[in-house]
């Protein structure tokens, strides 16, 4: 099992352009997360996915985008990416309906918006 | 609702001495809780975790957390510091959809 896998893992961008991080996930968890860390912030949820076909919120959404793609995928797009954006991005996964709730994550992108 | 709280951003030790992360939590739910570790340039990797039973939690390398309700509190301990042991680790509280992580305590492991 690869676990949670993400794509890229280092990208840089302009300041208005656009990208789509990548994440799959192959434990069959129904349940996905997209958190952004910067220092002295610790982990922040920008978006997750409960189940396939439903997407929320989480603490700071504002300039992106997701997709479920499917069971196995959640995609995070920047439309127009700023400086601000500029962090490490970290996909997660878990399986709340067997009450673990334990999260795994994947290793991770590192983006700079310049 | 549900908070963490992290006591110390960065903790320092000597190889060998003992390891304390101190968290305390608070939730209006029976919590489950977490200590995850992050070695650089990684993701988050689960240390050990809480659910019910025994409130002495065993985890990986060595580490161990004890759950007391009275405190609100989970603090991650370890005997003896490797080299090995430097890294950020991260208490959580989980048990609906949405956890919540502390920020974070950076452990520095001095030879």
């Known amino acids: 099992n690869a676990g949670v896998t993400q794509t890229p893992k280092f990208q840089v961008l302009k300041t208005g352009q656009s990208m789509t991080l990548q994440c799959a996930q192959d434990m069959n968890h129904n349940s996905m997360y997209w958190y952004r860390q910067d220092p002295g912030m610790g982990l922040r949820l920008i978006y997750y996915s409960a189940s396939e076909g439903t997407t929320d919120k989480g603490e700071v959404p504002n300039g992106y985008n997701v997709s479920r793609l499917n069971k196995r995928e959640f995609s995070l797009r920047l439309e127009s990416a700023a400086p601000s954006q500029t962090s490490v991005y970290f996909c997660?996964?878990?399986?709340?309906?067997?009450?673990?709730?334990?999260?795994?994550f994947g290793p991770g992108t590192r983006l700079t918006v310049t | 609702a549900q908070s963490v709280t992290q006591l110390g951003s960065h903790v320092s030790v000597s190889e060998g001495a003992l390891v304390l992360l101190r968290c305390n939590y608070s939730s209006s739910v029976p919590p489950y809780l977490f200590w995850y570790v992050q070695y650089p340039n990684q993701g988050l990797q689960l240390l050990l975790k809480?659910?019910?039973?025994?409130?002495l939690v065993k985890g990986i390398n060595g580490f161990e957390a004890e759950f007391k309700k009275s405190e609100t509190s989970f603090h991650l301990t370890k005997p003896s510091a490797h080299m090995s042991d430097a890294a950020e680790y991260f208490c959580?509280?989980?048990?609906?959809?949405?956890?919540?992580f502390g920020r974070g305590t950076s452990l520095i492991v001095h030879p």
């Open positions: 959580a509280v989980g048990g609906s959809y949405i956890p919540t």
């Open positions: 997660a996964s878990s399986e709340i309906r067997t009450h673990s709730y334990e999260q795994y």
């Open positions: 809480y659910t019910t039973g025994a409130t």
